[in-house]
């Protein structure tokens, strides 16, 4: 497959800087591109490759950085690869057809151009809409509910009751529905409350792999519309996310927590039970949400707080601690005298 500068030019709505005619065959990273190659500079970390790089062309955000070569300028550089990403590797065609060893109840609805892969389970009551993929060995639990233009990556299991919205996705190794960790501690046995509700998923969302989403012990969890959960996160009974938060690895939400539309939670942050994260907010990674936040601009640390004061607090601490290395240094020298 390969395009011209023009045509590439053209599908992220960009200005077009030496030769329009060039092809390209394939798009690589800036540090490691080769003649016939786009790529593009994202991050200034990298700016150091744009003299070096032996790219055809190169998609950046300012004429001035392309120093005369083949290039394309956009406002953002990041959105635009993504784009020339999927001109040059579209979605492969499903083959919209079911497997005659999947195995479907006759009370389930299937709509039109639905792929179902070997080994998939789908139990009575289920309704799945149009065009939408179930991956090979996933299990479908009954009266859910799939919209139309989703995909459930293999091994992938929703359990009762759940719904998704349309063009969602679910990828391999994910459990959505299962239960709540909801118990009453006892001196000779922890009493088990029972998980009643469902998961509610919204249209556009993407749920990474080896993730689970915990079914509401009473009602609903819920995730908003355009949110994308990556891997390895953990969503607890009854919590609400907003629409359109970006969720990173190995994040773990506990139950009832409320998180408002647009938020971003970094890596490795936790999250404790009935608080509420205002809209906007930003969770530095490795960061603990011990209290509700208001919202609309940055945390860090433990307990998570506004970025400015824990870097302030962050600050301090280091200055005490020399304060008090060179007060040990100076009772230390005090006692030799």
Known sequence: ??????????????????????EIFEVAEIQNAKN?????????????????????ATIVS???????????????PQLAIAKVLSLFYPDEPLSQKIHSKSHISNSSEVGMNVTIEVGAVVESGVKIGD?????????????????????????????????????????????????????????EQHHKIPQTGRVV???????????????????????GDMSKLDNLVHIGHNVQIGKACLITAQVGIAGSTKIGDNCQIGGQAGVVPHVEIGPNSIIAAKSGVTKSLAGNQMYGGYPARPIREEHKRNAVHREVLSIKKKLNHLIQNSNND
């Open 1 to 22: 497959m390969k395009f011209s500068l023009k045509e590439i030019s053209l599908s992220v709505n960009g200005n077009i800087f030496g030769d329009p005619n060039i």
């Open 36 to 56: 016939g190659s786009i790529s593009f500079l994202g991050n200034n970390m990298y700016a150091k490759y744009l003299e070096t790089t032996e790219a055809s």
């Open 62 to 76: 300012d004429e001035s950085l392309l120093s005369g070569r083949n290039g394309i300028v956009v406002d953002d």
């Open 131 to 187: 065009n939408s993929f179930v991956g090979a060995n996933s299990f479908i639990g009954r009266n859910t509910k799939i919209g139309s233009g989703c995909k459930i990556y293999q091994n992938a299991v929703l359990y009762h009751s759940t719904i998704m919205g349309n063009n969602s996705i679910v990828h391999s190794s994910t459990v959505i529905g299962s239960d709540g960790f909801g118990f009453i501690p006892g001196d």
């Open 201 to 223: 998923i919204g249209d556009n969302v993407e749920i990474g792999a080896n993730s689970a989403i915990d079914r509401a012990t009473i009602g609903e969890t819920i995730i």
